[in-house]
């Protein structure tokens, strides 16, 4: 059973506009969520994250938004950039649990020029 | 600071070996998890070891084993190969409980044949 869902494999965009990547999760016990960012032959490399009590979080073009009541979250890039395609996993897990981060499976974004 | 390594970067083995991977997480960290990325399943939790103990386990057959050293340094062992353990092993590192964040090695390419 996959406790997060991204049912997006992949996503192409235009250069300049907004992406928007989601994640759905079942579990109701997540209260802190991670997005990564993939290049390939690269390890993840944390993105931004949020946390439950929060419903957005902000850093320069990227803005995660939670909407706890429906187990979703999104990823907003504004404005999208050609270095901004890889791949994109979204990650939750329980603070003060197992703290073990339950990982999406990816969706893959093309910014063209 | 230096990043989290991982050696070898790739690795090709025959059915029925046994691989060991090493990952020697980022000065200080205590906290080493272990990731198998494939393309069907995404990220998948495997281990996390704190101070030397393992604390998570994932939900893979006993042929996957780790430790951690007392300098916190890592070692992931498979056993017994099969065509189906051909993946991206990814070892990541947090400075310390809650693992809310973790940092992400390059990753070992290990190809079964």
């Known amino acids: 059973d996959q406790q997060v869902k991204q049912n997006s494999p992949s996503l192409s965009v235009q250069e300049g506009r907004i992406s928007i990547l989601n994640c759905d999760y079942t579990n109701s016990m997540f209260d802190y969520f991670l997005w990564y960012k993939k290049y390939p032959a690269e390890g993840p490399t944390f993105l931004i994250s949020i946390s439950s009590i929060k419903d957005k979080n902000e850093d320069g073009r990227f803005t995660v938004f939670l909407n706890k009541s429906a187990k979703h979250l999104s990823l907003h890039i504004v404005p999208s950039q050609p270095g901004d395609s890889a791949v994109y996993f979204c990650?939750?897990?329980?603070?003060?649990?197992?703290?073990?981060?339950?990982f999406g499976k990816g969706t893959k974004l093309t910014v063209n020029p | 600071k230096a990043g989290v390594t991982q050696t070898p970067r790739y690795l090709i083995k025959t059915r029925g070996q046994q691989v060991t991977l090493s990952c020697s997480p980022i000065?200080?960290?205590?906290?080493v998890s272990w990731y198998q990325q494939t393309p069907g399943q995404g990220l998948q939790f495997l281990f996390e070891?704190?101070?030397?103990?393992?604390?998570n386990k994932g939900n893979f057959p006993g042929r996957f084993s780790g430790r951690q050293f007392s300098n916190s340094r890592s070692e992931m062992n498979v056993s017994t190969l099969e065509l189906g353990d051909s993946a991206l092993y990814l070892c990541?590192?947090?400075?310390?409980?809650?693992?809310?964040?973790?940092?992400f090695g390059p990753g070992t390419r290990l190809t079964v044949l």
């Open positions: 000065s200080g960290h205590r906290s």
């Open positions: 990541a590192s947090s400075l310390e409980i809650p693992r809310v964040k973790e940092f």
């Open positions: 070891y704190f101070s030397e103990t393992q604390r």
């Open positions: 990650a939750a897990t329980v603070q003060g649990g197992s703290e073990k981060l339950v």
